[in-house]
């Protein structure tokens, strides 16, 4: 299994942008699908998007599609998410995880995942 550590949250106004960062240890991160989810207060962790191992391939949850942008550098063991437009309902725990399988938004198809970092966003 890999390691994860996020960071790069915080607390903007509706409208403003953030860039959430994911380090992974381990020299196989590029065998790794990487994902990004959140889970904000009562309420279930949801899936929010994926990149595959090269980065050539990307898909979205549509709550923000055309708003957030997922990337990675694999030289640098690192995945990103950078959210522009954020909305009060972005507001969320974001965690970073990976999987050995492309094309899905499962949770259980994820077997590492990182800590967390808060998002909020203020109205």
């Known amino acids: 299994q890999v390691q994860l550590v996020e960071s790069g949250g915080g607390l903007v106004q509706a409208g403003g942008s953030l860039r959430l960062s994911c380090a992974a240890s381990?020299?196989?991160?590029?065998?790794?699908?990487m994902g990004w989810f959140r889970q904000a207060p009562g309420q279930e962790r949801e899936f929010v998007a994926a990149?595959?191992?090269?980065?050539?391939?990307?898909y979205y949850a549509d709550s923000v599609k055309g708003r957030f942008t997922i990337s990675r550098d694999n030289a640098k063991n690192t995945v990103y998410l950078q959210m522009n437009s954020l909305k009060p309902d972005d507001t969320a725990v974001y965690y970073c995880?990976?999987?050995?399988?492309?094309?899905?938004?499962?949770?259980?198809?994820?077997?590492?995942w990182g800590q967390g970092t808060q998002v909020t966003v203020s109205s």
């Open positions: 990149i595959d191992w090269s980065g050539g391939n990307t």
């Open positions: 381990g020299r196989t991160f590029s065998s790794y699908v």
């Open positions: 995880a990976a999987s050995t399988r492309w094309g899905s938004d499962l949770l259980t198809d994820f077997g590492s």
